[in-house]
C-alpha cells in the first residue's frame, strides 16, 4: 500500500464552501410570506426537540459551540449534503418520468476537460483501482436517442477521495464532461471508485463519533446529464452488493441506481452500461 496524505476536514471543507460560494447564486426571491412560512416552521421544530428532550444548558452550549465549529471547518456543504440534500432532491424530482437524480453532494466542479463521446479521465499513472468501462446510450423520455448530450462526470479514487478536495491529487483527476455521439451514446474509461468516508477530524464527524453513527458513503459514480429541449438530471449510480450501499448515511442511494458491472469482454476489469433517459423541460 502507498500512502496517501489524508485531507483535513479543514481543507476539505475550505474548498467545498468556496466551490459552493463561487458557483451557486441564490435564484430564490424574497417572499416574505415563503420565508415566514419555511422559517417559523423550522425554529419551532427546534424548539419542540428542546421541550422534548428537557435540553440541558449544558447541551445548549454544546450545540451553540458544535454549530459554531462547523462553519470554521468549512462544513455546511458536506453536513447539509450528507443529512438534509436527499429530501429537497426528492421535492425537485417528484414528478420525473426518466433517470432518477440522487444528490449532488459537495464535491462538483464545473469546467471539467471535454473528451468526445468516448475517453478516459484524467488519471495518474497506475492509477490504483479496477478498471471500469462505463457507457450506455442517453435517450428522451418518448425514445428517441440524444446525440450532442453533455455528460458531467465525477467520482472518488480507489481511497475514496476527491481532485480539487484532498491534497495531492491532479486537478481534474478522475474528472470529465463527455458528448454522446450520433446515436446518443458514450463510453468512459475509469477505475472502480471506494466507498467514501466523511472526514473524522471535523465536526460532521465528531457528530458521528458522538451519535455512535457510521461515517460511510458507498461506493458511486456521479452524473449531470443535460440537453437543450430537457431537464437536467443529477445523479449518482451505485454497486451491487458494495459496502454500505443498504446503509448511505447521505441517504441517497435508489434501487433504480444500482449497477451490476460484469468482467469486461476484453479482459481487463469490470464494464457496466447505464442508459440516462431526461425528461422534457
Ligand atoms: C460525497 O462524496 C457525496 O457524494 C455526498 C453526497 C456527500 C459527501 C460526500
Ligand atoms: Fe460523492
Known sequence: MTEVASPTAADS???????????????????????????SDALAALREVVRKHELTYDEYNVFKAWLIQVGADGEWPLFLDVFIEHEVEQVANANRRGTAGSIEGPYYVEGAPEFGSEGTLPMRDGEAGRPLRFFGQVRSVTGEPLPGVEVDFWQADDSGLYSQFAPGI??????????????????????????????????????????????????????????????????????????????????AVKDALILAPKPAEDGSGEQVRYDFVLDPA
Open 13 to 39: 471543507g475550505a474548498s467545498a464552501t468556496k466551490t459552493f460560494q463561487e458557483r451557486v447564486k441564490s435564484g430564490a426571491t424574497a417572499d416574505a410570506a415563503r420565508v415566514n412560512a419555511i422559517a
Open 170 to 251: 491532479p486537478e481534474w483527476n478522475l474528472r470529465g464532461r463527455f458528448t454522446t455521439d450520433p446515436e446518443g451514446n458514450y463510453t468512459i474509461h475509469t477505475i472502480h471508485p471506494a466507498p467514501y468516508q466523511i472526514p473524522t477530524d471535523g465536526a460532521t464527524g465528531a457528530l458521528i463519533t458522538a451519535a455512535g453513527w457510521h461515517a460511510w458513503r458507498p461506493a458511486h459514480l456521479h452524473i449531470k446529464v443535460s440537453a437543450p429541449g430537457h431537464q437536467l438530471i443529477t445523479t449518482q449510480l451505485y454497486f451491487t452488493g458494495g459496502e454500505h450501499v443498504e446503509d448511505d448515511i447521505a441517504s
